[in-house]
């Protein structure tokens, strides 16, 4: 894990609610490094962990919100504006790929550990430890995206959960400001060193501790 960046979830013996996500430290969305500078809509994303599993919050700038499609279980980030989370344990190959739009739908794609000759829609097909919950909150000019990741899903593969336990994590962003859905600002946090969101070895530690303060 040496070189890595760190982010930090803070613990919560219940669904965490507005108290504690302001508590919990925040990660800016950034681009990518090899194009520098600042996302023109900017976003942060916040952690929180118990027992059950991973909890997600995200709030995200966006004057222009589009959500064409209503239905779960889609390549989202094909017809409008997409939060994404993906979750991998340091040290396996397979690992997760998931969508909240501002409608609160949800889509969960699954990268198994042998990927060879699987296209897109294989992946999103193959999630069968998905147990994905999403919230969404749109105003004007922003919106949040919630989620739950339980832990069976996490554990599914023999992984296990809790402080000491080793994952990663990274969190994308498809951010459209035309509705003709061209050239969208894509973010991201941490940042990589390019914009590719599938970039495994530069996702960030996921760092579990009891400690509220």
């Not at 699987?118 to 919950?133: A, P, Q, V, W, Y």
């Not at 593969?157 to 402080?163: D, F, K, S, V």
């Not at 946090?189 to 914009?195: D, W």
């Amino acid at each position: 894990m040496e070189g890595r960046i760190a982010f930090s979830a803070v613990y919560t013996t219940n669904f965490p609610g507005d108290e504690l996500w302001e508590r919990a430290p925040s990660y800016r969305f950034v681009n990518s490094t090899d194009q520098g500078g600042m996302p023109l809509e900017g976003g942060n994303v916040r952690f929180a962990w118990n027992e059950r599993g991973l909890y997600v919050r995200a709030d995200l700038e966006d004057s222009f919100q589009i959500a064409n499609d209503p239905r779960d279980e889609q390549l989202h980030f094909e017809s409008g504006d997409v939060f994404e989370l993906f979750v991998k344990p340091l040290c396996d190959d397979y690992y997760w790929e998931m969508y909240a739009t501002p409608i609160g739908k949800k889509s969960t794609l699954f990268f198994p550990r042998k990927r060879e000759g699987m296209d897109l829609e294989n992946f999103l097909r193959d999630h069968s430890f998905n147990g994905l919950e999403v919230s969404a909150d749109q105003s004007e000019s922003s919106w949040r995206a919630g989620m739950f990741v339980p832990v069976e899903q996490l554990t599914a593969l023999g992984a296990t959960w809790g402080e000491s336990a080793e994952w990663t994590i990274f969190c994308g962003r498809y951010n459209y400001n035309h509705i003709e859905l061209v050239d969208p600002e894509l973010s991201m946090a941490p940042a990589l060193s390019q914009t590719n969101y599938h970039l495994t070895d530069e996702y960030a530690v996921l760092v579990m501790s009891y400690d509220q303060t």
